[in-house]
């Protein structure tokens, strides 16, 4: 493994809303007991359903949200101890984000080339000249010709859209991006293209990526680790060959057993019901409410975590691992 840029130990983010009338405030737990990692060069790819917690991980670890609880490391420091210039300029050029919507992302009142100088600007990086040189060079790096460099975001594709959200990611030299569904607002024909994009540049480039989908297929085409989600805390987390093919946490198999040729035993297991509420998260395991394998255990405490060499699980009934053909 090599040396984290940003890690996150034991990080919580409960929000305060508003559920029931004015006066009513629920807290709401996004996230509980996050750790993770990445590093130059790794892919950890993050899946689960929906309202699992998968955003906040994402804006935790970019810096766009201060945890509640726990430490948010970069490279080795207590990223919320640096102090803030510090932070905007160290942390803000080695991470960069890319978002779901790039309609949305990019400011449609600006050409590509403002859009990619403007990190250069604010982050005071080199002359005029040096940063529209620049400018071209991101354009190269993913795939688009010179002359879109006049255009608003409103006239290109949604695909080249996207490729303008990763240049602008790019811009600073980061050695991470965290892309949170990069590709799921993108028309089914260029998805592959921009994942394709995202590889290339992780090989080229030697970038650390945070990749979060629910694609299952592909984050496990695509992630060297996968960490799954479920109700705000991550159940499962190891290489992507041990959690998609030797899945210990049933939910995870239950998200695995829809890919093909994955498992010994092909049978779908279908989830029933809903991720539960995450002002009321279950006592104990949160899963146990749609667990086919729960017992009053599961109810006591979160389970504590069993591991492996390089895999980590929360069950008190784990999956016994059959046969993996990852
Ligand atoms: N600002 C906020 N205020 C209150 N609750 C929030 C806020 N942001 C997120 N949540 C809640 O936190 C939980 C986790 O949300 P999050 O967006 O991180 O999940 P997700 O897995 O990314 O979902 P999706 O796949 O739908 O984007 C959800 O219950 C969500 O409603």
Redesign the pocket.
Same mark, same amino acid.
């Given at each position: 493994m090599t040396e984290p840029i940003v890690s996150l130990d034991d990080v919580h $983010?409960v +929000? =305060?809303?508003r559920t029931g009338g004015l006066l009513r405030r629920d807290r $709401? +737990?996004? /996230?509980t007991d996050a750790t993770a990692s990445v590093g130059r060069g790794e892919v950890l790819g993050v899946v %689960?359903? #929906? %309202?699992? %917690?998968? #955003? =906040? /991980?994402?804006?935790v670890l970019t810096g766009l949200q201060r945890p509640t609880r726990g430490t948010v490391r970069f490279r080795g420091e207590d990223l919320w101890s640096i102090p803030a210039q510090r932070r905007r300029t160290e942390f803000g050029s080695a991470v960069g984000v890319v978002f779901?919507d790039p309609s949305t992302a990019l400011n449609p009142r600006l050409p590509v080339r403002r859009i990619l100088r403007d990190p250069l600007d604010v982050h005071n990086r080199g002359s005029l000249r040096q940063r529209e040189a620049r400018v071209e060079e991101l354009l190269g790096l993913v795939g688009l010709p010179d002359h879109v460099d006049g255009a608003l975001p409103a006239q290109l594709s949604g695909g080249q859209r996207q490729r303008v959200a990763v240049a602008r990611a790019l811009a600073l030299e980061p050695d991470v991006i965290v892309a949170?569904?990069p590709t799921s607002a993108l028309d089914v024909s260029v998805r592959a293209q921009v994942l394709n994009l995202l590889v290339d540049l992780r090989a080229r480039l030697g970038l650390g990526l945070v990749f979060?989908s +629910?694609d299952i297929q592909t984050v496990r085409y695509i992630a060297d680790r996968i960490a799954v989600?479920y109700l705000?805390r991550i159940v499962e987390e190891g290489p992507s060959a041990l959690v998609a093919g030797e899945s210990r946490h049933p939910y995870t198999r239950a998200l695995f057993s829809a890919t093909p040729g994955l498992l010994e035993e092909t049978e779908q297991i279908v989830l029933e019901g809903r $991720?539960p509420?995450? =002002?009321h998260p279950p006592s104990g395991c949160p899963f146990r409410t749609r667990c086919w394998k729960a017992t009053d255990a599961c109810a006591a405490e979160f389970p504590r975590a069993e591991a492996d060499d390089t895999h980590i699980w929360h069950c008190v009934h784990p999956e016994i691992p059959t046969r993996s053909t990852a």
């Open positions: $983010v +929000h =305060t809303a $709401v +737990h996004a /996230l %689960g359903e #929906s %309202g699992c %917690g998968k #955003s =906040t /991980l994402a804006r779901q949170d569904e979060i +629910h989600m705000g $991720v509420s995450a =002002t």
